[in-house]
């Protein structure tokens, strides 16, 4: 039997870094490689093994199930005219692996929030379980889902993806405290730094959108909601309970190997845009005649 068999992915925000373009359009459903964001981290779930999928969504994300939601009428009517290419697609949308469920998000602000939701509607506090950000695209040979899988099961910890960065890209990330080495690109986390100024950043990893999430982060999101309860102060978040986690007990970061696509701003979702168009062979070689069309003194510097 696999480790983790469920996930969890947070897609109730408002994705204002996006707005005007995501004022109606969830952000999920921005489209990159001819799919939107959301489904090519579902099929990176269902590649890694995964049977279960929770998706944790607010009142004005319905465009997300309906992607996702079986149509056999329009199935029919697509191959009645010839188009089972078209067809198939659509058929596949509502067969992919794995039972995906959507859960609505209540409680106080903060992506610690949701995580705690689904947690409590499916995957419970007894098991570990998968947490992706539904606005992330990763490319790899082996899924990030996957490399995050088989870190906990080497060591029985919960687990956060990282990444290289740049010292002046900190302020964008939360930043890890490494104690140590335990190879194979894994390191024992002290704690976590969010946004640190770049003077200030405690190493050059930036923890991205991948987790293993362990019952003892449950009960520490829990507890700190309970808090918020009574307080109604502050908002609810990951990294804070991943933080009280590591200053007393095991927290592992995973070096992932492979290209990290953040689709949560204007730039960032261009780039992986280009990067899936590029990589696409149907499309890439006349994208790149028109990069070369557009500015042929620039191709041509990157060339020598």
């Given at each position: ?9 947070p897609a ?12 109606a359009?969830?952000?999920?459903m ?8 959301i ?72 992506n ?14 007894t ?7 539904a ?12 490399q ?32 140590s080495?335990?190879?194979?690109g ?6 976590l ?7 200030d950043?405690?190493?050059?990893y ?29 908002e609810i978040?990951?990294?804070?309970a991943l933080?009280?986690?590591?200053v ?22 261009l780039k ?9 062979p ?12 557009l ?7 990157s060339?020598?």
């Amino acid at each position: 039997m696999p480790t983790i068999r469920k996930a969890v992915i947070p897609a109730a925000g408002l994705g204002t870094r996006l707005f005007p373009l995501t004022r109606a359009l969830p952000k999920e459903m921005l489209p990159v490689g001819g799919q939107p964001v959301i489904e090519h981290t579902i099929r990176e779930l269902v590649a890694s093994g995964i049977e279960e999928i929770t998706v944790v969504i607010s009142g004005n994300k319905g465009l997300i199930q309906e992607h996702f939601a079986p149509d056999d009428q329009l199935v029919e009517q697509l191959r009645s005219v010839g188009k089972s290419d078209l067809a198939d697609a659509v058929s596949d949308l509502s067969e992919l692996g794995a039972r995906l469920n959507f859960v609505y998000q209540r409680g106080p602000y903060g992506n610690g929030t949701p995580i705690l939701t689904a947690a409590s509607w499916s995957a419970g506090s007894t098991e570990p379980f998968l947490a992706l950000w539904a606005d992330d695209v990763f490319v790899s040979e082996r899924p990030r889902a996957q490399q995050l899988i088989e870190a906990h099961e080497a060591t029985g910890a919960p687990v956060i993806a990282l990444m290289p960065m740049r010292r002046e890209e900190s302020i964008r990330y939360g930043v890890p405290i490494v104690e140590s080495a335990l190879g194979d690109g894994r390191l024992r986390i002290r704690g976590l730094v969010e946004k640190p100024k770049p003077e200030d950043a405690p190493s050059l990893y930036a923890a991205i959108g991948g987790y293993i999430i362990t019952p003892e982060i449950v009960d520490e999101l829990a507890e700190r909601t309970r808090r918020w309860q009574e307080l109604r102060d502050g908002e609810i978040y990951l990294t804070d309970a991943l933080h009280a986690h590591a200053v007393k007990h095991t927290l592992v970061g995973q070096l992932l190997e492979g290209t990290w696509y953040d689709t949560g701003n204007h730039l960032s979702y261009l780039k992986a845009q280009f990067a899936a168009a590029l990589a696409d062979p149907a499309y890439g070689p006349e994208l790149r005649r028109l990069v070369h069309d557009l500015d042929p003194a620039g191709q041509d510097e990157s060339n020598t």
